[in-house]
Antibody, heavy 123, light 106 residues
Framework: QLQLQESGPGLVKPSETLSLTCTVS??????????WGWIRQPPGKGLEWIGS???????YYNPSLKSRVTISVDTSKNQFSLKLSSVTAADTAVYYC???????????????WGQGTLVTVSS | SYELTQPPSVSVSPGQTARITCSGD??????AYWYQQKPGQAPVLVIY???ERPSGIPERFSGSSSGTTVTLTISGVQAEDEADYYC?????????FGGGTKLTVL
Protein backbone atom coordinates (compact mmCIF):
# COMPACT_ATOMS: atom_id res chain seq x y z
CA GLN A 1 0.00 0.00 0.00
CA LEU A 2 1.44 3.32 -1.07
CA GLN A 3 2.26 5.73 1.74
CA LEU A 4 3.59 9.28 1.74
CA GLN A 5 5.27 11.04 4.66
CA GLU A 6 6.14 14.72 4.91
CA SER A 7 9.17 15.87 6.89
CA GLY A 8 10.90 19.14 7.62
CA PRO A 9 11.08 22.03 10.09
CA GLY A 10 7.86 23.00 11.83
CA LEU A 11 8.97 26.60 12.35
CA VAL A 12 10.39 28.96 9.75
CA LYS A 13 11.33 32.62 10.19
CA PRO A 14 9.77 35.32 8.01
CA SER A 15 11.70 36.03 4.76
CA GLU A 16 13.43 32.65 4.94
CA THR A 17 12.86 29.55 2.79
CA LEU A 18 10.49 26.76 3.78
CA SER A 19 11.84 23.32 2.88
CA LEU A 20 9.90 20.05 3.06
CA THR A 21 10.50 16.54 1.79
CA CYS A 22 7.98 13.82 0.99
CA THR A 23 9.13 10.22 1.20
CA VAL A 24 7.18 7.66 -0.82
CA SER A 25 7.02 4.06 0.37
CA UNK A 26 5.24 1.00 -0.96
CA UNK A 27 5.66 2.06 -4.58
CA UNK A 28 8.01 3.74 -7.02
CA UNK A 29 8.07 7.47 -7.59
CA UNK A 30 9.26 6.68 -11.13
CA UNK A 31 5.86 5.40 -12.25
CA UNK A 32 4.79 6.76 -15.63
CA UNK A 33 1.17 7.17 -14.43
CA UNK A 34 1.67 9.79 -11.76
CA UNK A 35 2.87 13.21 -10.87
CA TRP A 36 3.63 14.00 -7.21
CA GLY A 37 2.09 17.07 -5.66
CA TRP A 38 2.13 19.52 -2.78
CA ILE A 39 -1.04 21.04 -1.34
CA ARG A 40 -1.40 23.31 1.68
CA GLN A 41 -4.18 24.29 4.05
CA PRO A 42 -3.97 27.36 6.32
CA PRO A 43 -5.52 26.80 9.75
CA GLY A 44 -9.30 26.79 9.46
CA LYS A 45 -9.23 27.40 5.70
CA GLY A 46 -9.46 25.48 2.45
CA LEU A 47 -7.03 23.57 0.27
CA GLU A 48 -4.58 25.25 -2.09
CA TRP A 49 -2.56 23.38 -4.71
CA ILE A 50 1.09 24.47 -4.73
CA GLY A 51 2.58 22.42 -7.55
CA SER A 52 3.40 18.96 -8.88
CA UNK A 53 6.36 17.14 -10.39
CA UNK A 54 6.89 14.13 -12.66
CA UNK A 55 9.74 11.71 -12.05
CA UNK A 56 11.52 13.15 -15.08
CA UNK A 57 11.53 16.58 -13.42
CA UNK A 58 8.67 18.13 -15.40
CA UNK A 59 6.68 20.51 -13.19
CA TYR A 60 3.34 22.29 -12.87
CA TYR A 61 3.09 25.22 -10.48
CA ASN A 62 0.20 27.28 -9.14
CA PRO A 63 0.56 30.59 -11.02
CA SER A 64 -0.06 32.53 -7.80
CA LEU A 65 2.93 30.90 -6.09
CA LYS A 66 5.17 30.13 -9.04
CA SER A 67 7.67 32.91 -8.42
CA ARG A 68 8.50 31.52 -4.95
CA VAL A 69 8.17 27.75 -5.44
CA THR A 70 10.66 25.10 -6.48
CA ILE A 71 9.73 21.41 -6.50
CA SER A 72 12.39 18.78 -7.15
CA VAL A 73 12.55 14.99 -7.26
CA ASP A 74 15.17 12.45 -6.16
CA THR A 75 14.26 9.11 -7.71
CA SER A 76 17.18 7.33 -6.01
CA LYS A 77 15.65 8.13 -2.62
CA ASN A 78 11.99 7.89 -3.76
CA GLN A 79 11.48 11.43 -2.52
CA PHE A 80 10.32 14.78 -3.79
CA SER A 81 10.80 18.15 -2.15
CA LEU A 82 9.27 21.60 -1.85
CA LYS A 83 11.04 24.90 -1.38
CA LEU A 84 9.01 28.07 -0.81
CA SER A 85 11.05 31.24 -0.57
CA SER A 86 10.46 34.60 1.14
CA VAL A 87 7.82 33.22 3.47
CA THR A 88 5.43 35.35 5.52
CA ALA A 89 2.84 34.56 8.17
CA ALA A 90 0.38 33.94 5.33
CA ASP A 91 2.36 30.82 4.44
CA THR A 92 1.55 29.22 7.80
CA ALA A 93 -0.35 26.05 6.94
CA VAL A 94 -0.52 22.29 7.04
CA TYR A 95 1.45 21.09 4.04
CA TYR A 96 0.40 17.85 2.40
CA CYS A 97 2.11 15.75 -0.23
CA UNK A 98 0.05 13.47 -2.45
CA UNK A 99 0.22 11.26 -5.51
CA UNK A 100 -1.24 13.14 -8.49
CA UNK A 101 -2.81 10.83 -11.05
CA UNK A 102 -1.94 11.52 -14.69
CA UNK A 103 -4.84 11.36 -17.15
CA UNK A 104 -3.78 11.66 -20.81
CA UNK A 105 -1.13 14.40 -20.45
CA UNK A 106 -2.35 16.38 -17.43
CA UNK A 107 -2.24 15.39 -13.74
CA UNK A 108 -5.76 15.33 -12.33
CA UNK A 109 -6.71 13.82 -8.97
CA UNK A 110 -4.82 13.28 -5.70
CA UNK A 111 -4.78 9.88 -4.06
CA UNK A 112 -3.43 9.02 -1.55
CA TRP A 113 -2.32 11.90 0.64
CA GLY A 114 0.32 12.10 3.34
CA GLN A 115 -0.80 12.91 6.88
CA GLY A 116 0.37 16.52 6.56
CA THR A 117 2.81 18.62 8.53
CA LEU A 118 2.17 22.00 10.15
CA VAL A 119 4.62 24.72 9.26
CA THR A 120 4.44 27.94 11.22
CA VAL A 121 6.10 31.12 9.98
CA SER A 122 7.10 33.22 12.95
CA SER A 123 10.11 35.00 14.35
CA SER B 1 -7.15 30.37 -13.88
CA TYR B 2 -10.75 29.47 -13.13
CA GLU B 3 -12.71 29.17 -9.89
CA LEU B 4 -14.88 26.50 -8.30
CA THR B 5 -17.72 27.63 -6.04
CA GLN B 6 -19.23 25.55 -3.25
CA PRO B 7 -21.83 26.41 -0.60
CA PRO B 8 -20.12 26.94 2.78
CA SER B 9 -22.42 24.57 4.59
CA VAL B 10 -25.05 21.88 4.14
CA SER B 11 -27.09 20.28 6.91
CA VAL B 12 -29.01 17.02 6.80
CA SER B 13 -30.62 14.59 9.23
CA PRO B 14 -29.33 11.02 9.54
CA GLY B 15 -30.73 8.72 6.89
CA GLN B 16 -31.59 11.53 4.51
CA THR B 17 -29.82 12.53 1.29
CA ALA B 18 -27.17 15.24 1.20
CA ARG B 19 -26.32 17.07 -2.00
CA ILE B 20 -23.23 19.26 -2.25
CA THR B 21 -22.77 21.32 -5.39
CA CYS B 22 -19.69 22.74 -7.07
CA SER B 23 -19.96 25.28 -9.88
CA GLY B 24 -17.40 26.47 -12.40
CA ASP B 25 -17.26 27.62 -15.99
CA UNK B 26 -14.66 24.98 -16.87
CA UNK B 27 -16.66 22.03 -15.57
CA UNK B 28 -18.43 21.22 -18.85
CA UNK B 29 -14.98 20.56 -20.30
CA UNK B 30 -13.11 19.16 -17.30
CA UNK B 31 -13.71 16.36 -14.85
CA ALA B 32 -14.38 17.05 -11.18
CA TYR B 33 -13.07 15.23 -8.16
CA TRP B 34 -14.37 15.16 -4.58
CA TYR B 35 -12.51 14.79 -1.27
CA GLN B 36 -13.75 14.19 2.26
CA GLN B 37 -11.76 15.71 5.12
CA LYS B 38 -12.51 14.96 8.75
CA PRO B 39 -11.04 17.14 11.54
CA GLY B 40 -7.31 16.64 11.99
CA GLN B 41 -7.07 14.24 9.05
CA ALA B 42 -5.81 14.40 5.50
CA PRO B 43 -8.35 14.59 2.67
CA VAL B 44 -9.58 11.32 1.16
CA LEU B 45 -10.70 10.93 -2.47
CA VAL B 46 -14.35 9.85 -2.61
CA ILE B 47 -15.26 10.53 -6.28
CA TYR B 48 -13.08 10.87 -9.38
CA UNK B 49 -13.93 11.71 -13.01
CA UNK B 50 -17.29 13.22 -11.97
CA UNK B 51 -18.93 9.96 -10.93
CA GLU B 52 -16.41 7.15 -10.39
CA ARG B 53 -16.03 5.77 -6.89
CA PRO B 54 -12.61 4.55 -5.68
CA SER B 55 -12.42 1.13 -4.11
CA GLY B 56 -13.28 1.21 -0.42
CA ILE B 57 -15.63 4.18 -0.68
CA PRO B 58 -19.20 3.28 0.38
CA GLU B 59 -21.84 3.05 -2.35
CA ARG B 60 -23.86 5.82 -0.69
CA PHE B 61 -21.37 8.29 -2.19
CA SER B 62 -22.11 9.22 -5.80
CA GLY B 63 -21.32 12.02 -8.20
CA SER B 64 -23.00 13.63 -11.18
CA SER B 65 -22.44 16.44 -13.64
CA SER B 66 -24.74 18.82 -15.48
CA GLY B 67 -23.41 21.80 -17.38
CA THR B 68 -21.36 24.06 -15.14
CA THR B 69 -22.35 22.24 -11.93
CA VAL B 70 -21.21 18.97 -10.44
CA THR B 71 -22.91 17.38 -7.46
CA LEU B 72 -21.75 15.04 -4.72
CA THR B 73 -24.67 13.04 -3.36
CA ILE B 74 -24.56 11.10 -0.11
CA SER B 75 -27.56 8.83 0.24
CA GLY B 76 -28.64 7.60 3.66
CA VAL B 77 -26.28 9.97 5.46
CA GLN B 78 -24.61 8.61 8.56
CA ALA B 79 -23.11 10.48 11.50
CA GLU B 80 -19.63 9.47 10.32
CA ASP B 81 -20.17 11.41 7.08
CA GLU B 82 -19.96 14.72 8.94
CA ALA B 83 -16.89 16.36 7.42
CA ASP B 84 -15.64 19.02 5.05
CA TYR B 85 -15.99 18.21 1.36
CA TYR B 86 -13.89 19.76 -1.40
CA CYS B 87 -14.31 19.64 -5.14
CA UNK B 88 -11.31 19.92 -7.44
CA UNK B 89 -10.68 20.16 -11.15
CA UNK B 90 -7.65 20.39 -13.41
CA UNK B 91 -6.52 21.41 -16.86
CA UNK B 92 -3.25 22.08 -18.61
CA UNK B 93 -2.74 25.27 -16.61
CA UNK B 94 -3.03 23.61 -13.24
CA UNK B 95 -5.27 22.38 -10.46
CA UNK B 96 -7.99 24.25 -8.56
CA PHE B 97 -9.93 23.40 -5.39
CA GLY B 98 -13.33 24.70 -4.40
CA GLY B 99 -13.62 26.53 -1.09
CA GLY B 100 -15.09 23.54 0.71
CA THR B 101 -18.48 22.66 2.18
CA LYS B 102 -19.04 21.68 5.80
CA LEU B 103 -21.57 18.87 6.02
CA THR B 104 -23.37 18.81 9.34
CA VAL B 105 -25.39 15.75 10.33
CA LEU B 106 -28.12 17.00 12.63
Amino acid sequence: QLQLQESGPGLVKPSETLSLTCTVSGGSISSSSYYWGWIRQPPGKGLEWIGSIYYSGSTYYNPSLKSRVTISVDTSKNQFSLKLSSVTAADTAVYYCARHRLDVVVPHWFDPWGQGTLVTVSS
Amino acid sequence: SYELTQPPSVSVSPGQTARITCSGDALPKQYAYWYQQKPGQAPVLVIYKDSERPSGIPERFSGSSSGTTVTLTISGVQAEDEADYYCQSADSSGTVFGGGTKLTVL
